[in-house]
């Protein structure tokens, strides 16, 4: 994490991309951006981060990426030396276990790969919930959010969705496990009632992974900007 | 495609799962299903295929599949025997892909892999206004269709998008298309204005291919099926 960096606005210049350096798109406190993160990390894979300013993104960024969205991963093709970019979360990440075999994240096993993908395709249920309860702070949020978690306790065979050591899937669902405590003020605490025993073992696996460590941004900053959120004064700069 | 065989209902029994055989459990009109039917077909890959009526599902089918969708592959493991399933139109196809290599559907160059995925991806956009505008048949749902389109248009740079023959994508984007006739009453037909001559060329290219003709329902049942939708009485064993 560059501390330090700005999260550049429309008005701003695209810094110059140098050769044989992975780029990547970001937001600091963005969860897509965080699986991201955690790969490449978990690959030891080096690379560049340049923040973007979400509510006045960088009119250069635009024409990179028109959905206006992190992450996007770009860097120069040695052959061609061509710009290549690749947004969406779950692309990249792929992309980037693809590109770099060794400490693969997928499983070689085409079925369990598909079992563990099924994992990371349901997790749209857990983010909804989540959003729901964090803008709304309804009960009923904090019954869905549970009800979502609940698979995942179910799916829960070893110490990680992946098996002894974390995989893809652990990589995948961890930045939303992350930001719980941001759901504080609705009252909802994961495993609170003791029902959720097996994912509440594995948070703390993963707070100690190396890869978490690694990316993770402190809490005090975090909480910082989750208040300018709630505001609704979005500050991407919180230090 | 077995004519005759009935969509199975409530009450319904689960017929004998053979040994050695792929399940794919279906509903006749679904473009989900028919992704990994054109997988299969294009990966010679011999199935057995089991109707599911989506109005009234078979009790023995939810224990399987609980969200109640199709497609879901079914197959008793060789070496353990336990009965084993996979959902997930996307993650069947590519579990197919990584469990029969030859004639690989999905490009082994990472980079190319990372891009096409970025269609199938945003082919969700495709999908929300077709059935925004089947269902309500707004004009404005046309212009949004027509602009989801566009961003096909622009990615064709070849006969298919998988290049000089049809990959994983084509078979991924394929079944909306050849939908695209029951959307006749709503005055939308594919490049009227000639706005997108690739993607009607490459709908051309599609309608020849063979596992696209093996698959396919013919089109006056098809218009059948859709007659007894609009009329909100889905009847998915017409003839």
Chains 1, 2 share one sequence.
Request: glycine fraction near 4%; proline fraction near 7%.
């Amino acid at each position: 994490m560059t501390t330090g960096q700005k999260h550049l606005k429309s008005g701003s210049e695209c810094p110059p991309l140098k050769e044989n350096q992975l780029r990547l798109y970001s937001m600091r406190f963005c969860p897509f951006v965080r699986r991201v993160k955690l790969v490449l990390a978990a690959k030891n894979i080096p690379y560049e981060e340049i923040f973007i300013n979400l509510n006045d993104e960088p009119e250069w960024y635009l024409k990179k990426n028109p959905v206006g969205e992190v992450p996007l991963l770009e860097w120069i093709d040695r052959d061609s030396k061509e710009i290549r970019s690749i947004p969406e979360s779950l692309i990249i990440s792929n992309y980037l276990d693809d590109l770099y075999p060794e400490h693969r994240l997928h499983p070689v096993d085409p079925y369990l790969k598909a079992k563990q993908q099924v994992l990371i395709d349901r997790h749209g249920n857990v983010r909804s919930a989540f959003y729901k309860l964090f803008r709304s702070k309804e009960q009923n949020a904090v019954e869905d959010l549970k009800q979502s978690l609940t698979f995942y306790e179910e799916a829960l065979q070893d110490k990680f969705f992946g098996g002894s050591k974390p995989a893809m899937v652990d990589y995948m669902l961890w930045p939303w496990f992350e930001s719980f405590p941001a759901l504080k003020e609705t009252g909802f605490v994961l495993n609170a009632d003791g029902k959720l025993p097996k994912l509440a073992n594995w948070c703390k696996e993963m707070q100690e992974n190396d890869a978490v460590r690694k990316t993770k941004v402190p809490d005090d900053v975090v909480q910082k900007f989750t208040h300018t959120v709630q505001q609704g004064k979005t500050d991407y700069d919180v230090e």
